[in-house]
């Protein structure tokens, strides 16, 4: 059995080195600007799909309201991504709308 002074000097813990964990802020603003960027997407996607009546752009608009919505924090404004998720679904219903048939991905042609 060692003594307690052998196990003080071989203990490799500094006291000195030790730092408290502080929580973050919880007001401070995050700085991941991934949803914002998802959202303009979803704008982009969606004005091209209800313009060029392109369904792949109608549901990769979809796909970045969701991913907005996903990432955003609780205290960004609810009338943006309510509004950008509109826009999207908007865009999926008038593309099929205006022509109903399924998309048709670029392989099927060579099956």
């Known amino acids: 059995m060692s003594s307690p002074t052998t196990n003080q000097s071989n203990d490799p813990r500094r006291p000195n080195k030790i730092v408290r964990y502080k929580a973050p802020d919880p007001t401070a603003a995050s700085d991941d600007p991934m949803p914002e960027y998802m959202n303009v997407l979803g704008m982009i996607f969606s004005m091209c799909g209800l313009m060029m009546r392109m369904k792949w752009c109608a549901w990769v608009a979809l796909l970045c309201s969701c991913v907005s919505f996903a990432n955003s924090r609780s205290n960004d404004d609810a009338k943006q991504i309510i509004s950008s998720f509109m826009l999207s679904i908007s ?20 099956v």
């Open 91 to 110: 865009a999926v219903v008038m593309s099929y709308l205006q022509n109903p048939q399924p998309i048709m991905p670029p392989w099927s042609s060579l």
